[in-house]
């Protein structure tokens, strides 16, 4: 096949940035693997009154607090810059966690959004995490803000998912998961001393085993410093999610809670299709709901009733510029909690359990979801899930009634290790010997805290029984003393085919391999904060050995002490075309082997200040000609009230066979009248589809995410109507069980 080559004009420039980079430098020395504290949960006879004043309430000054924190960054190991106070205490229900963050400037603390779950790593914020099965991979976050935003995500696997899935889009899932949602009350107060801010988390809220002690672990963002600082210190490249570095709480006589909660909407919506035969605006009521009960505090069971998702955020627009699948994310509330538990394979690239697939149709129509139920949690040291959903038939585009089905198991060893297995199910309801399936099994085998081998096994079945049907995927990692490799090898047969599951490409063998090296320097007066030089690779090859893709990756990233950063990378990169495929209208790409290379420069300003920028570009060779990939976002906030991000994505391709380009335009818009009350708006224009789209939301948010939706959307289509939709949605929680 003929070989073609390009090379861009900034690829001698890069490389000399990256060797640039390459100076030596020096770190404290620490025991992170044996020096973890201690603290103790006090028991309470009087509650305190959450009102954020943790100074003047009685309760909380006859506990005696802690803190000693320590940077991370910008001064690695040293003490944090300001004072931070933390006590710990509990009821026979509750559980409190209260924080003063002493700051000699507070007329300087950083605040950039208001929302719950807003995005507190650019701001002056308060973040800790509960392992309260003491299994050293599991966790839930909460933290707050100086106006007490209400922040709250998941952890399984101590937040490790797949390390480069190509995804176009984040995800969701593979960690950590923002979108699980806990009922809990948090208020903050400023004054001269700083802020301060308390938690009251009820035990029926999250899950743990009586009679065990619980890994925790505390942050504190100082942002006019960029300081991050850390109870139980860790090492650089670590985050909070590393639950095997945590620190201990003692103390804990719990006592099991009873947990119901039913949690109803109503719903009306009025709709109108300009491309129908019938253009009239149609109403439609709805009803419907969930029942949550906590058969043990470490087991739930929901129930769900004509599932609704109307509130949740519409998908952004993307523009495949390849041969494969894009790759969407999940939103959806009721499977994103404890979404990690049913995850199985290789998240982003090849998952063998896509939640997306139930309720969502291949054109991403929406299939109605009649009920189903989901059993999760943990027994022992053991994680185990059931989730049976049914869906209803959709005449318009042929959708049959079915009914989805996964099971999982998981046992955790001791020492960061588990062995798992999976199974996956779509049965049609209305028509015989309509299923596909999928069996699995994982593992996991830690290697102290400084390493780790994990892989899978999978294979799916269906009525045509193919051959090869089987996936596989060997990893290995080590994450210690400033450095970060990985290597992997990846197979998917010609005959695997998940169902309910993701595949960004179909029968493949593919190796990757990363090296990647954190390095501080050792001036104390420079601006740098680190560097990371790093070299990545993956390739693709099919079963008759020809490479479908090749992509070298060598790249340096310069941080900042300011928040100022850039990468400046280089791309070698094989694109291998067996068949002709068309990259857009008219655009036909032939069969050959494409060889090239391309620079790639990534530029974003300090992300806390009340405008910030970020850049990336992509400039070199494509397919026998070349491409220039560039997007832009403008982010500006006004106080803790408004923020908005505009982007553009500008993809411009001169092919052999002809040139294209494909752009999009991306303006989310935010306005918080509280916390819990705001108005969002995200409107978008796809110009491969002539398609511009507008949803707006405003949102009165009660306890977990629940309270009044107000949802408008609407699409154009070559300037004129496609469809449109008012939707207003109520839902409530209902504690049946004190």
């Known amino acids: 096949m003929p070989k073609k080559y390009a090379r861009p004009l900034g690829l001698l420039r890069c490389t000399l940035f990256l060797l640039l980079g390459m100076i030596p430098v020096t770190l404290p020395a620490q025991d992170f693997e044996n020096n973890r504290p201690t603290v103790q949960a006090v028991p309470l006879a009087e509650r305190p009154e959450i009102d954020g004043e943790v100074r003047e309430d009685d309760v909380w000054q006859a506990i005696t607090p802690f803190g000693n924190l320590i940077q991370t960054q910008p001064n690695f190991g040293e003490a944090a810059s300001e004072k931070t106070e933390i006590r710990i205490a509990y009821t ?66 101590e937040g490790q998912g797949n390390f480069n899935a190509n995804r176009q889009q984040g995800g969701t899932i593979g960690g950590f998961n923002l979108n699980w949602d806990a009922a809990y009350e948090v208020k903050t107060k400023v004054g001269e001393f700083g802020w301060s801010a308390e938690f009251a988390i009820p035990l029926r809220t999250i899950r743990f085993q009586a009679g065990k002690d619980w890994g925790i672990n505390f942050r504190r963002n100082i942002r006019k410093t960029n300081e991050i600082v850390y109870w139980a210190s860790l090492p650089i490249g670590f985050s909070l ?96 909690e404890n979404a990690g538990l049913f995850s199985v394979g290789s998240p982003g ?21 009649i009920g189903g139920a989901r059993l999760s949690g943990k027994l022992n040291r053991t994680n185990v899930g059931f989730l049976s959903m049914f869906t209803d038939d959709v005449d318009d585009v042929g959708i049959e009634k079915n009914n989805f089905t996964v099971a999982r198991v998981n046992h955790e060893f001791k020492g960061r290790t588990a062995l798992g297995a999976a199974f996956i199910s779509r049965t049609g309801l209305e028509t015989d010997d309509d299923y596909n399936r999928t069996i699995a099994i994982d593992g996991k085998l830690g290697l102290g805290n400084k390493a780790r081998m994990s892989g899978f096994y999978a294979r799916s079945s269906d009525p045509e029984d193919p051959d ?56 104390e007066n420079t601006k740098i904060l680190e560097y990371r030089p790093h070299i990545s690779y993956r390739g693709y090859w099919n079963f008759e ?38 990259i ?33 570009s992509v400039m070199g060779g494509s397919f026998g000609g070349s491409r220039y990939l560039n997007s832009a976002t403008l982010s500006f906030r006004r106080g803790d ?20 380009s494909a752009n999009i335009f991306r303006s989310q818009i935010t306005y918080a009248f509280t916390p819990t009350m705001f108005v969002q708006g995200l409107i978008q224009n796809n110009t491969t589809r002539e398609l511009w789209a507008a949803n707006i939301r405003f949102s009165w948010l009660q306890r977990a995410n629940t309270g009044l939706f107000v949802v408008y959307n609407h699409n154009l289509q070559d300037g004129s109507p496609l469809n449109n939709s008012i939707i207003i949605k109520y839902t409530r929680i209902f504690d049946l069980v004190k």
């Open 545 to 582: 050995g020809f490479q479908e893709t090749g992509f070298l990756h060598v790249d340096n990233h310069w941080e900042y002490k300011s928040g100022l950063e850039f990468h400046t990378g280089v791309n070698f990169t094989t694109e291998g075309v067996v068949e002709a495929f068309e």
């Open 349 to 369: 690239e090849v998952d063998l359990f896509f939640s997306r697939r139930i309720g969502i149709g291949d054109e991403g129509n929406i299939v109605p979801i």
């Open 641 to 660: 009230k408004f923020n908005a991000d505009f982007t553009y994505q500008y993809n411009k391709f001169n092919l052999p066979v002809g040139d294209f």
């Open 92 to 157: 026979a229900d509750t559980f409190y966690v209260s924080v003063v963050c002493y700051d000699a400037e507070p007329d300087k603390l950083v605040v950039s959004d208001a929302r719950r779950d807003a995005n507190l790593d650019n701001t002056d914020a308060f973040i800790f995490i509960l392992d309260t099965y003491k299994d050293s991979q599991n966790g839930f976050i909460f933290g707050t803000n100086s106006l007490g935003v209400e922040y709250d995500a998941q952890v399984d696997n």
């Open 241 to 336: 999610n590393r639950l095997s570095l945590a620190g201990t709480l003692t103390g804990l006589d719990l006592r099991n809670p009873g947990n119901l909660k039913v949690i109803p909407y109503v719903l009306g919506r009025l709709d109108r299709d300009y491309e129908a035969v019938d253009t009239s605006t149609e109403f439609t009521p709805e009803v419907g709901g969930d029942i949550k009960y906590s058969i043990t505090p470490s087991l739930t069971l929901d129930l769900t009733y004509n599932t609704d998702f109307a509130q949740v955020e519409v998908d952004d627009q993307q523009v495949n510029l390849d041969r494969f699948n894009l790759f969407f994310p999940e939103k959806r509330p009721f499977f994103l």
């Open 468 to 523: 090869d049907a089987h996936a596989f995927k060997f990893q290995t990692d080590y994450q210690w003393n400033n450095w970060v490799m990985r290597a992997a090898y990846t197979e998917v047969g010609e005959g695997f085919n998940p169902e309910v599951g993701f595949l960004l490409r179909s029968s493949f063998r593919k190796p990757e391999a990363l090296v990647l090296h954190h390095m501080r320097p050792k001036r």
């Open 584 to 616: 857009s209208d008219g655009v036909i790409v032939q069969p050959g082997t494409y060889n090239h290379a391309e620079s790639q420069l990534i530029f974003f300003t300090n992300r806390s200040k009340p405008i910030s920028v970020n850049i990336r």
